[in-house]
C-alpha cells in the first residue's frame, strides 16, 4: 500500500504546485487516512519542500498492519501535551524553506486558521479546496474489495435479525442487536446511526430508534452500514410485519422497487449525476409522490458515508467508472408508514457486467 498511499500524495502536491502551494497541510480526518493510512485521532499530515511528515499528539499504535500509518511517513510526535499537529506543521513548514502552505479551508475553524498564522506569520496560507475529496471519489479495487467486504458484514447481520422473533421488540433494542452483529462479524462498527422505524414512525425520513414496540402489520423500515478497514456501505430494506402486507403497502412497495430498478439501471459511466437523480424521481412523480420524496436518490461512500458524487435534482458532473454509489428512494407517508429500498453499488461499464450489486439482502417483499 506504500505505493498507493505515495502516488496519492503525488497527485494532491502536484494539485497544490499548480496553485502555487510548496506545501499542503491535510487536516480531515478521512484525506488524513486516505493519503497516509490509518492515523491516530487528531493527526495531520504535512506535504512538505522537502518530506512528507504525519504528527501526531502521540505514537501510532502499531499492533496490526491496519492500525498503522504508511511505513514509508516519518511520523513526527508533537512535544508536550495538548499541542497542536496542524500548528506544529505549520511551523516545520515555514522552517523547511515553504513561503506557501495549502489547507483545507473548509475544515479548520477559524481559531485554529489564526493559531497556524500566528506560530508562521512569514507563510502564505492558501486554500487546497476540496482537492482531496475530488481524488477520492475515484476508488481503486482495494478500497472497492473493503466496500465489498463491509457490504457482506450488513448483509449478514440483517439476514440474521430477519430469522429472530421481531414482535413486542422495540425499534431502539433492534438496532443496537443490529450495531452489535456487524462488530460480530468483523466490521470496526456501524457506518453510521443505524435506523430502525417501524408502523407510522417508517413515515418519517431519518427517524431514530424510539421505544416503539414492533406490532403485526407494521412496515419495518431499516437502514444500516458496516465500517471494514475505514470504509463504509449502506444498506436499507422495507418489510412487513407478521401478515401478509396490504393491498397500499404491496402497491406503494412495488412503486418504489420500481423507482430504484430505474436509478440502479441508470448507473453508466458517464451518466449525469443529475439523471440517475431523474431516473428514480419520476416512477415516484407521475404516481403522484413528488411531495413525498427525500431531497437526493444517492450519494457516494467510501471512507465517510456521504461523500460526492451526489445524486439529486441539481447535481453537476458525470458519473465514473469505479465509483461507488448509494440508489435509495423512499415514500414517506406521515402518520401512516413508509418504504425506502437503500443498495450499494459500484459503476461499472457494461462490458464489464454493468453496475456492481454490493448489498444483496433481497429486495423482495417479505412478511417477518
Known amino acids: 500500500m506504500s505505493e498507493v498511499y505515495a502516488l496519492r500524495r503525488r497527485r494532491l502536491r502536484e494539485c497544490c504546485n499548480a496553485g502555487g502551494s510548496a506545501a499542503a497541510l491535510v487536516t480531515r480526518p478521512a484525506n488524513v487516512r486516505y493519503l497516509a493510512g490509518a492515523a491516530p485521532e487528531g493527526a495531520v499530515l504535512l506535504l512538505g519542500p522537502a518530506e512528507d511528515l504525519l504528527l501526531c499528539a502521540g505514537p ?12 514509508a511517513l516519518r511520523v513526527h510526535v508533537v512535544p508536550g501535551s495538548g499541542g497542536d499537529p496542524a500548528v506544529a506543521a505549520a511551523g516545520l513548514a515555514a522552517a523547511g524553506g515553504a513561503d506557501s502552505l495549502a489547507v483545507e479551508e473548509h475544515h479548520l475553524t477559524v481559531i485554529r486558521h489564526r493559531a497556524l498564522r500566528s506560530a508562521a506569520p512569514g507563510l502564505r496560507l492558501a486554500g487546497v479546496g476540496s482537492a482531496v475529496e475530488q481524488l477520492r ?12 467486504i463491509s457490504a457482506e458484514i450488513a448483509d449478514q447481520a440483517l439476514g440474521e435479525l430477519l430469522e429472530s422473533i421481531l414482535v413486542g421488540r422495540t425499534e431502539r433494542h433492534l438496532a ?29 425520513p431519518g427517524h431514530r430508534p424510539t421505544d416503539r414496540r414492533v406490532e403485526e402489520g407494521d412496515f419495518l423500515s431499516v437502514c444500516l452500514g458496516a465500517t471494514y478497514r475505514g470504509y463504509r456501505c449502506e444498506i436499507g430494506r422495507t418489510f412487513v410485519i407478521g401478515t401478509a402486507p396490504a393491498d397500499w403497502q404491496i402497491e406503494l412497495y412495488d412503486l418504489v422497487f420500481t423507482a430504484q430498478r430505474a436509478g440502479r439501471e441508470s448507473l453508466v459511466p458517464g451518466a449525469a449525476c443529475r439523471d440517475v437523480d431523474h431516473a428514480a424521481r419520476q416512477v415516484l412523480d407521475s404516481a403522484g409522490y413528488a411531495a413525498a420524496l427525500p431531497s437526493l436518490t444517492g450519494h457516494g461512500v467510501g471512507l465517510e458515508i456521504d461523500e460526492d458524487p451526489q445524486l439529486s435534482p441539481g447535481a453537476m458532473g458525470k458519473l465514473d467508472a469505479c465509483v461507488p454509489v448509494t440508489v435509495e428512494p423512499g415514500v ?10 437503500d443498495d450499494t453499488l459500484v459503476v461499472r461499464p ?14 423482495e417483499l417479505l412478511a417477518l
Open 332 to 341: 414517506h407517508l406521515p402518520g401512516r408508514g413508509g418504504v425506502r429500498i
Open 350 to 363: 457494461e462490458a464489464d457486467g454493468g453496475p456492481e450489486l454490493l448489498t444483496i439482502t433481497t429486495k
Open 176 to 204: 443496537l442487536e443490529l450495531e452489535r452483529r456487524l462488530v460480530d462479524h468483523g466490521a470496526d462498527g456501524p457506518a453510521f446511526a443505524t435506523s430502525v422505524a417501524t408502523g407510522p414512525n417508517a413515515g418519517r
Open 137 to 148: 471519489v475515484v476508488k481503486d479495487e482495494e478500497e472497492i474489495s473493503c466496500l465489498r
Open 60 to 71: 501510532p499504535d502499531g499492533r496490526s498492519p491496519q492500525t498503522r500509518p504508511d511505513e
